[in-house]
């Protein structure tokens, strides 16, 4: 009984374990953009919502890196085509150590399957660290209520990319 039990515990990681590891892995793109720019983006999906940082090579003059939170309003983040609202990116890092970054953002509604909040953060050494070393990113509505949390599983790579191509966070 005791091995079957084990057995069951060890079953239940493993499969719950590799869900959550696909669901929440980042994924970078980069290449040139339409107007012959080099362009990263770093993208995570989860669900019917996805999370997109992205820079183009001339973004490192105003040091900003572009968010969009893909997805439909949710009850703590209602959005109506062109609403704004002051959001934030709530990093856990190890040992609980929180960074936040506010931004602010403006909800696109294009119809079902085209809607986000759109937007920039700064682009510091501090923020990308914070975004490369995360264990955890939380979307923060304007009363700091959690509305939607990610997996940071590829981030280092994804800002590694963003810091060769865009230029943002060396110093």
């Not at 490192?60 to 969009?68: A, C, I, P, T, Y």
């Not at 997805?71 to 609980?96: H, N, Q």
């Amino acid at each position: 009984m005791k091995y079957l039990t084990q057995l069951a515990i060890i079953f239940a990681v493993l499969t719950g374990g590799s869900n959550i590891a696909q669901a929440e892995e980042w994924r970078v793109s980069s290449g040139k953009n339409p107007a012959g720019q080099n362009y990263v983006a770093m993208r995570t999906k989860m669900h019917e919502f996805a999370l997109e940082f992205q820079c183009d090579e001339h973004d490192w003059q105003d040091n900003r890196l572009g968010v969009k939170f893909i997805g439909p309003a949710l009850p703590r983040l209602y959005g109506e085509d062109d609403e704004t609202a002051k959001l934030s990116l709530l990093f856990t890092m190890r040992g609980g150590v929180l960074y936040r970054e506010s931004w602010d953002a403006y909800y696109f509604d294009g119809g079902l399957g085209d809607q986000a909040w759109l937007g920039s953060i700064n682009a510091g050494k501090s923020e990308l660290d914070a975004l490369a070393r995360a264990t955890k990113l939380e979307i923060l509505n304007p009363d700091s209520e959690v509305v939607y949390r990610f997996g940071t599983k590829g981030t280092s790579a994804g800002v590694a990319k963003i810091r060769e191509v865009c230029k943002l966070g060396l110093e």
